[in-house]
């Protein structure tokens, strides 16, 4: 049974670097049948996509965060992690890592999702 | 990016059919997914695809598609189904990592 597990601060300053990494258990990051991605979900609001990559290196980001957002990927030990530079109030959120799957030309969708880790954003 | 609109809350009679509407243009081209999430919770894949519900969705839960729109149909919602639905497809770019979600919407079930 593949789990993901979201770990990382739970308080950062404004203006500072918001850094989470996701952990998978019970399986592995190395497919190309699936991809990676994170979404965060502010109080009382619904999901934002982050951004995804997938095994063979593609990358995508939501282009309203791409300019402050980066990701990395360790294989070795199947973990991937966020970036998310100069934070503001607004960065608050649940932030959760996820697996992905899709079709060629007519969907995609997580499947599974870490439990999610809530971040505060303030002095 | 682009915009999936969902009413925010729709409400049910126990045992009655219900369905939950996502708009968007990305709908013209790609396929909605749905999610269920109840308090506290990771939301849950519920329909991706045409209509394809993940191993342990229950058969009362479908979805379709009329041009810009989706819908996700709950036939003889129980209890246990209250709880917010949120929609996603591709996002405008059609990238095949891309993806954008509705508001959500807000089942209360009487």
């Known amino acids: 049974q593949l789990h993901l597990q979201e770990s990382g601060p739970g308080l950062v300053k404004p203006s500072e670097t918001l850094s989470l990494t996701c952990t998978v258990s019970?399986?592995?990051?190395?497919?190309?049948?699936?991809?990676w991605g994170w979404i965060r979900q502010p109080p009382g609001k619904g999901p934002e996509w982050i951004g995804s990559?997938?095994?063979?290196?593609?990358?995508y980001y939501n282009p309203s965060l791409k300019s402050r957002v980066t990701t990395s990927v360790e294989m070795s030990k199947d973990q991937f992690s966020l970036n998310l530079s100069s934070v503001t109030a607004a960065d608050t959120a649940v932030y959760y890592c996820?697996?992905?799957?899709?079709?060629?030309?007519?969907?995609?969708?997580?499947?599974?999702w870490g439990q999610g880790t809530m971040v505060a954003v303030s002095s | 990016s682009s915009e999936l609109t969902q009413d925010p809350a729709v409400s049910v009679a126990l045992g009655q059919p219900v369905r939950i509407t996502c708009q968007g243009d990305?709908?013209?081209?790609?396929?909605a997914t749905w999610y269920q999430q109840k308090p506290g919770q990771a939301p849950v894949l519920v329909i991706y695809?045409?209509?394809n519900r993940p191993s342990g969705i229950p058969d009362r839960f479908s979805g379709s598609s009329s041009g810009n729109t989706a819908s996700l149909t709950i036939t003889g919602a129980q209890a246990e189904d209250e709880a917010d639905y949120f929609c996603?497809?591709?996002?405008?770019?059609?990238?095949?990592?891309?993806?954008?979600f509705g508001g959500g919407t807000k089942l209360t079930v009487l």
């Open positions: 996820a697996r992905g799957a899709y079709s060629s030309n007519w969907w995609n969708a997580f499947d599974i």
């Open positions: 019970g399986g592995s990051i190395s497919s190309n049948t699936y991809f």
């Open positions: 990559f997938s095994y063979n290196g593609d990358t």
């Open positions: 990305s709908l013209t081209a790609y396929y």
């Open positions: 695809g045409k209509n």
């Open positions: 996603s497809s591709r996002d405008s770019s059609g990238h095949r990592l891309g993806v954008v």
